[in-house]
């Protein structure tokens, strides 16, 4: 998965699709881009109440998910990791516009470059774009 967006009705998505792939017993792999970038920053993960459509309802749709017992997405994520094969990239350039390392970021595993995960996705069945 190619995860550009940053908002949280995004990334539940892509965090429920990373859990339903480990649950099938696939492999995932999700490359971060700018804004991708920016939500997994550790001072933005979990204050993030953004969306990409619809903004004034952002504190409705956490109080729905909330009564829903839907846990946040990066928790969402981090239990696939825990149960499955997840690796999450950032990307390189988008790392260095944040002025962001390795170490700034929850749950990344590594910073590559653009073309190192255009090679990852040749060899991939799916590829999704969020």
């Given at each position: 998965m190619?995860?550009?967006?940053g908002s949280i009705d995004r990334l539940v998505g892509m965090a429920v699709l990373a859990s339903a792939a480990v649950s099938m017993d696939?492999?995932?792999?999700?490359?971060l881009q700018l804004w991708g970038v920016y939500a997994f920053k550790k001072d933005v993960i979990k204050k993030n109440m953004n969306l990409s459509e619809f903004n004034e309802l952002g504190e409705k749709v956490a109080s729905r998910l909330k009564e829903l017992n839907i846990p946040p997405w990066y928790e969402m994520l981090k239990q696939a990791k825990e149960t499955g094969k997840v690796k999450i990239?950032?990307?390189?350039?988008?790392?260095?516009?944040?002025?962001a390392s390795k170490e700034d970021l929850e749950l990344v595993d590594e910073i590559i470059g653009a073309?190192?995960?255009?090679?990852?996705?040749?060899?991939?069945?799916?590829?999704?774009?969020i």
């Open positions: 190619t995860v550009m967006s696939m492999e995932v792999e999700i490359f990239y950032a990307c390189s350039t988008a790392t260095s516009i944040w002025n073309g190192e995960w255009v090679e990852k996705m040749s060899n991939a069945k799916i590829n999704l774009f």
